[in-house]
């Protein structure tokens, strides 16, 4: 099992940059694919970002929507993951989860992860 816990979300202008983080226990990040979701007030979980596990080739994928803005990336020695955020939209207001799965097949899907932190509130105002 694996234990995940989000920070780094607050509140931010539109154009800003935030960095979340992922810290995750129990077992090593690299032996999952990770994902970002976000869910925003009335709408379903979304896939943000995603890494896929070390097998598969450790790859990164990115929702259209934040592609060329936000960059996930893993440091094993921390065994952490981070979503760094640039160029903020108000529409990117949410609350941003992490996640890990132990096969992550379809690494956009959030039914595909087991495994879910508590989330934390981002927040881009106009």
């Known amino acids: 099992q694996v234990q995940l816990v989000e920070s780094g979300g607050g509140l931010v202008q539109a154009g800003g940059s935030l960095r979340l983080s992922c810290a995750a226990s129990?077992?090593?990040?690299?032996?999952?694919?990770m994902g970002w979701f976000r869910q925003a007030p009335g709408k379903e979980r979304e896939f943000v970002a995603g890494?896929?596990?070390?097998?598969?080739?450790?790859?990164?994928y990115y929702a259209d929507s934040v592609k060329g803005r936000f960059t996930i990336s893993r440091d094993d020695a921390k065994n952490t993951v981070y979503l760094q955020m640039n160029s903020l939209k108000p529409e990117d207001t949410a609350v941003y989860y992490c996640?890990?799965?132990?096969?992550?097949?379809?690494?956009?899907?959030?039914?595909?992860?087991?495994?879910w932190g508590q989330g934390t509130q981002v927040t881009v105002s106009s």
């Open positions: 996640a890990a799965s132990r096969t992550g097949a379809t690494i956009s899907n959030p039914m595909e992860y087991g495994y």
């Open positions: 129990g077992r090593t990040v690299s032996t999952y694919a």
């Open positions: 890494i896929s596990i070390w097998w598969r080739g450790g790859s990164a």
